[in-house]
C-alpha cells in the first residue's frame, strides 16, 4: 500500500474559491446553481448551472484567472478548454498558498 499525504487544499467551485469560503458558504445553506441567461441555454431543457463566479460578480469569494495565469499565457489556451484549465491552476495555487509555498 502507498501512503500519501495531503498538505494543501484549494477550491474553485460555484460557492467561491478558496476552502474556507466555498465551506462556510455550504454551511451556510448557500447554492452554486444559478439561472443561465436566455442566450445560453433558449434550446436546452435545463436552465441552471453550476459556474464559477468572476471577480465581478462576486467580490469576496469570485476567481480571477489574472492572478493564477499570465494574460499572455491565457490568450494560448483552447478557448474551450480554458476555464477548466484556469481552474485548476487556480486550486492548485490556492492549496499552494495553504501549504505556505505560493
Known amino acids: 500500500m502507498r501512503r500519501i499525504v495531503v498538505t494543501g487544499m484549494g477550491a ?3 460557492l467561491g474559491c478558496g476552502t474556507e469560503i466555498a465551506w462556510q458558504r455550504l454551511l ?3 447554492s452554486g446553481l444559478r439561472r443561465l441567461p436566455d442566450a445560453i441555454v433558449e434550446t436546452l431543457p ?3 448551472a453550476g459556474i464559477v463566479p468572476s471577480k465581478a460578480e462576486d467580490a469576496e469569494g469570485g476567481f480571477d484567472p489574472d492572478a493564477v ?3 499572455k499565457d491565457q490568450r494560448k ?11 485548476g491552476a487556480g486550486a492548485g495555487r ?8 505560493a
Do not use: N, T
Not at 94 to 101: K, N, P, S, V, Y
Open 12 to 14: 474553485v467551485s460555484p
Open 46 to 48: 435545463a436552465k441552471v
Open 69 to 71: 495565469i499570465a494574460p
Open 28 to 30: 451556510a445553506g448557500w
Open 77 to 87: 489556451m483552447d478557448p474551450v478548454r480554458a476555464g477548466r484549465g484556469r481552474g
Open 94 to 101: 490556492l492549496a499552494a498558498a495553504e501549504r505556505g509555498r
